[in-house]
């Protein structure tokens, strides 16, 4: 069984889009493993898109991600854990394109998403790439017993 992460990020929070992305999400037939509200930290934001650190919109990311841009209010993220077959495939194509104009219309990412002015992919979703990418993320994200599986889905 496959494990992905999704994060609605504040944008999409801010937007009352948390019921529209879950319905969409429900699409993909697949399992919620874990779920929960994080207030995002710096060191978390910057644990998570490590892989971005050396791009010169990273600051500007790290304010968009920690809801700093949109006000006391959403300076927070919907963290899921989905499983189930082909899970990362399966949701990242329901979500869309990561840049808004490019996305499907159709999709999460095309119907909701935006670019500021700055430059900032405003998103609404986060989902995981890869296998290796899910896992890391993961265990980031959650702690082992914050995810509840099955015996038999083990």
């Known amino acids: 069984m496959e494990k992905t992460l999704v994060l609605i990020k504040p944008d999409g929070l801010q937007k009352s889009l948390t019921g529209n992305i879950l319905t969409k999400l429900s ?3 697949l399992e919620i493993v874990g779920a929960k509200v994080v207030r995002v930290s710096r060191d978390l934001a910057e644990k998570h898109y490590q892989h971005l650190k050396d791009k010169p919109f ?25 499983q189930g077959e082909d899970a990362i495939n399966r949701v990242r194509k329901i979500a869309g394109a990561t840049n808004p104009e490019e996305a499907d219309p159709t999709t999460i990412r095309g119907a909701y998403g935006r670019i500021t002015t700055k430059g900032v992919f405003e998103n609404v979703i ?14 980031l994200w959650f702690k ?8 038999e889905d083990k």
């Open 58 to 82: 990273f600051e500007e990311l790290l304010k968009y991600f920690q809801g700093k841009l949109h006000g006391p209010h959403f300076e927070r993220v919907l963290a899921l854990v989905y």
């Open 126 to 139: 986060h989902a995981s790439s890869d296998p290796k990418n899910a896992q890391r993320e993961i265990d």
């Open 27 to 29: 699409e993909a037939k």
């Open 144 to 151: 082992p017993e914050e995810i509840v599986i099955c015996p």
